[in-house]
């Protein structure tokens, strides 16, 4: 039988449901049970489905639940889509989801209580079916409501201990910089209704692809609204600042939310509106730039950090960075390759740093750590895996996603961008392998107490880490270069129906690289992975890091500088935290309290005013009365009479 | 000749009505009052109603200002006396007012009193048409005011009554 | 039976007698003052109907009278009561003094 669409997401809304409302009293092994087992059915649901569909047409499929808005001209339907790019999230999505929540039960039984177990679970939940109903939505409208909870379990997830205040404060700043990027998109929606008359997708897309002429010169203005809504979840410059907070929350959260899937539904989004970013390649350098700019200023913050999951961090912002340089540029396919390769090795190694934060009793310093590899083996070899993949380092899956998008930006004759990426490359990989090399390498720096507490992660943490470590080697396989074959891109094949043909030239012409070329780059790739693995290993294995606190030392300056993150958040405090708690200081003091308040009281005094006046009137004395009633009557009859 | 009459009386009236106004004390103000309204019943005649003259005299002057002077007896009212007017634009105020109202009177009759039409018929003085009108045409404003004065009557009577309650 | 009277004669001695009752109805103190002062005030009324009455050739005007001094009857026995239950209560008729409803 075939399922329908809608149970994907359905099933983790149930879970969230169940736990949330009964969890606390049930416990931990009910929630447990439901809590996994609900998005363990929904990957299930989902390969059912996608299985299916790989091998047949790849015709978009569409499945209608219920009429949401239909007001005038304008409808938006509750419908689900399942083409090849929303099968391709929907897959990694379960299924590492599903990874990430076995791995969540080793990681958070002991230390949580009934509540704050049951609440993790139920939010994950919740997030899981948000997202699901992001990738699979039909229209844009739809789309948005699984972005908006995607923000909303965001910001519940890292302020999960919200009993800290830096988790509390990072919770509300996730949720604040992801708003300035909703704001773009709403605009951008606005854009697209006005322009279309639709959010569909099936009618948005088509209708531009044929007329490229009548709605090019608008849309340069609403893909930019659109990419601004993308900067604020994928966390690029200049809204990326709310990602290394976010490591505030449990590292499972980190793993699923903040590597895998949430951040990567910008450049979805981006990969969903190719049409109208190819219709205006302004928009497209845009994005590009934005994408080479963040993969470097990430990567270069990454090696000042010593907080093992702040390197994860800002490494995320930095491949997030790569695939936005390859939507940019037009290398789609590639842009959304690496968005699946990245979930797999991120996933693995922010859950292998929180098996070594587990170990070490909640250190996350990596100068205290140092020769875990001898107490945590599984850990230690899943990680190097890991590692090896997002250094780029054939042929694990990292290298081929991150040479299809060198590849794509040398054909699209972006020299520059290129040189960037490039170097970063490099730099990538020797922050990994000097991250490797402090935590697991060398001899143990940290207290005997902690020393004494080292120990491997139990199964149900590890065994997700060994999955995630083989999807890291051959994920990448399906997507192999040209080079080595003519139909060795199964998976260029299987996405390239979503890139619409435009009906005029104003396509991005590809070019195609000579095999020469192509080997050519993937050497100079593989070379810099390499330089920067051995630099690493000279430096933080051989020499123990004295290289590196050398160069810290003849550069002070500069070296504090990068450590602190360039003082990114310090400048955004400046400029505008500051001027809005002024001006909200303003509007309280002045505004309301002087000006509104003052009024009312001043009404109202007058009021009283005239009535402490009048009330001499009452003279209770009926002369005066009779008095009054004909001085009215003389008044009365004067005007009649017209002498006024 | 007759506007002699009827100017006199009415002299008469006014002049007593002021005396009336004027008296310290109240029985001699009632009494005033009683002259004022025989030379008003005067008037009445002179304008060809006879019948209303006569009730004017026998219930306005010979039961309704006997009442006051039995209440007076009754009260033992005194003489009022002569004190300073806590707020003195009571006076004032009504003199000025008092002042404009007889100027604005005597204005308008002055600017319009030509044009008061003469009489079309004149009126005889006979009792049976008034009654045939009473009768007829008024019938309900008639019995209206009998249970108007029956309810005065009781109003009156709870009014006044001593409140001796057990 | 009698010659006609000018209305203007008639609205004169009206107007005047009408002044007299409001000046007294004004200045005086007195309760009983008062009282006598409304009633001067409505045979000002009364004349007046009269004379129009007359000056029209209709009898309207006497049965409208006629209304009046009944109903002045009536008002003047009530009025009366209620003077006798002040007076019982306050021992003076000086309306200056009942001023309880003062501000």
């Known amino acids: 039988m075939t399922f329908p669409l809608w149970l994907i997401p359905a099933l983790p809304l149930a879970g969230f449901i169940v736990n949330g409302l009964l969890g606390k009293k049930l416990g931990k092994s009910f929630v447990t049970a439901v809590g996994t087992g609900s998005v363990g059915l929904a990957t299930a649901v989902a390969f059912a489905r996608i299985l299916p569909f790989l091998s047949g047409d790849h015709a978009p499929v569409v499945e209608r639940i219920a009429s949401w808005i239909s007001a005038g001209g304008f409808s938006a339907d509750i419908a689900l889509r399942l083409d090849p790019l929303s099968a391709l999230m929907t897959s990694f999505v379960t299924f590492v989801g599903f990874l990430i929540h076995v791995y969540s039960v080793g990681y958070m039984r002991h230390d949580e209580t009934e509540a704050g177990y049951a609440r993790y679970f139920a939010y994950l939940n919740l997030f899981m079916f948000a997202m699901l109903t992001l990738v699979l939505a039909q229209n844009f409208l739809l789309l948005f409501v699984g972005w908006e909870g995607v923000g909303l379990c965001s910001y519940l997830l890292i302020g999960y201990y919200y009993d800290r205040q830096y988790a509390a404060d990072a919770g509300k700043k996730a949720f604040i910089v992801n708003r300035i990027g909703d704001f773009g998109f709403l605009l951008g929606m606005f854009g697209l209704f006005s322009l279309f008359d639709s959010l569909d997708f099936d009618r948005v897309f088509p209708a531009a692809a044929a007329d490229p002429a009548k709605y090019a010169p608008y849309l340069t203005v609403v893909c930019l609204c659109l990419f601004l809504g993308a900067v604020g979840k994928s966390a690029q410059v200049p809204l990326y600042v709310w990602l290394p907070d976010a490591m505030a929350g449990p590292t499972p959260v980190s793993a699923l939310i903040h590597a895998a899937t949430m951040v990567t539904a910008g450049v979805y989004m981006v990969a969903r509106c190719n049409v109208l970013f190819r219709l205006s390649p302004e928009a497209m350098g845009v994005v590009a730039v934005i994408g080479g700019v963040t993969a470097i200023f990430a990567g270069i913050i990454a090696v000042a950090q010593n907080d093992i999951k702040k390197v994860l961090a800002y490494s995320t912002v930095s491949q997030l960075g790569y695939m936005f340089l390859a939507c940019g540029v037009g290398a789609y396919v590639a842009g959304m390759f690496h968005v699946m390769t990245h979930a797999f090795f991120k996933a693995c190694l922010f859950l292998g740093s929180g098996s070594v934060i587990h170990a070490m009793g909640g250190e996350q310093d990596m100068r205290k750590m140092g020769g875990l590899k001898s107490k945590l083996p599984v850990t230690y070899r899943t990680f190097l895996i890991a590692t090896l993949a997002i250094a780029g380092i054939p042929p694990l899956a990292g290298f081929f996603s991150k040479d299809a998008i060198l590849a794509g930006v040398f054909e699209h004759q972006r020299y520059v961008l290129w040189g960037i990426a490039l170097f970063t490359a490099g730099l990538t990989a020797f922050y990994m392998f000097r991250l490797v090399s402090l935590t697991f390498e060398g001899s143990f720096r940290g207290t005997p107490e902690q020393e004494h507490h080292l120990h491997e992660s139990p199964r149900s943490m590890t065994a997700p880490l060994v999955i995630l470590a083989a999807l890291s080697v051959i994920g990448g396989w399906i997507g192999l270069p040209k080079v080595l074959g003519e139909n060795a891109d199964r998976f260029g094949a299987f996405l390239s129906p979503i890139l619409l043909p435009l009906a005029s030239a104003a396509d991005v012409a590809e070019h195609g690289l000579s095999g020469g070329t192509e080997w050519l780059l993937m050497g100079v790739s593989v070379a810099a992975a390499a330089a920067g693995l051995l630099l690493a290993r000279s430096w933080y294995v051989k020499q123990q890091g004295r290289p590196a606190e050398a160069i810290a030392a003849s550069f002070p300056a500069a070296y504090r500088l990068v450590a602190d993150k360039f003082r990114v958040d310090e400048l955004y405090d400046a400029l505008v935290v500051r001027p809005f708690d002024w001006l909200a200081r303003m509007l309280w003091k002045v505004v309301d309290v002087l000006i509104i308040d003052g009024v009312l009281n001043a009404a109202a005094f007058l009021v009283e005013l005239v009535g402490d006046l009048l009330r001499f009137l009452q003279t209770g004395n009926v002369r005066n009365y009779a008095l009054t009633l004909f001085l009215g009557l003389v008044a009365l009859m004067l005007f009649v009479i017209g002498a006024f | 000749m007759a506007r002699l009459v009827f100017d006199a009386a009415a002299a008469l009236t006014i002049l007593f009505a002021a005396v009336m106004v004027v008296h310290r004390h109240p029985v001699k103000s009632v009494l005033a009052l009683v002259v004022s309204f025989f030379g008003l019943a005067v008037c009445y005649v002179m304008l060809s109603a006879p019948f209303i003259a006569a009730i004017q005299v026998i219930v306005y002057a010979g039961a309704i200002l006997v009442l006051f002077l039995f209440v007076l007896m009754l009260l033992n009212v005194g003489e009022e006396t002569r004190e300073r007017e806590p707020w003195p634009f009571q006076r004032i105020f009504s003199g000025v007012a008092l002042v404009v109202f007889a100027g604005m009177l005597l204005g308008l009759l002055r600017a319009h009193g030509s044009a008061i039409a003469t009489p079309r018929a004149a009126l005889t003085g006979e009792i049976a048409p008034l009654a045939r009108l009473l009768f007829s045409r008024y019938l309900l404003p008639f019995e209206a005011l009998s249970v108007l004065l029956l309810a005065a009557l009781v109003g009156a009577f709870v009014l006044a009554q001593r409140e001796n309650r057990p | ?103």
């Open chain 3, 1 to 103: 039976m009698i010659g006609s009277i000018p209305l203007g004669d008639v609205l004169l001695a009206s107007g005047a007698l009408f002044t007299v009752g409001i000046a007294g109805a004004l200045l005086r103190r007195s309760a009983i003052a008062i009282f006598l002062s409304i009633e001067v005030m409505m045979n000002a009324a009364n004349l007046a109907l009269i004379g129009y009455g007359s000056a029209l050739g209709t009898r309207e005007g006497q049965i409208v009278v006629f209304f009046v001094i009944a109903i002045a009857a009536a008002e003047a026995s009530v009025g009366l009561a209620i003077f006798v239950a002040v007076f019982r209560h306050k021992e003076t008729i000086d309306v200056n003094k009942i001023n309880l409803l003062r501000w």
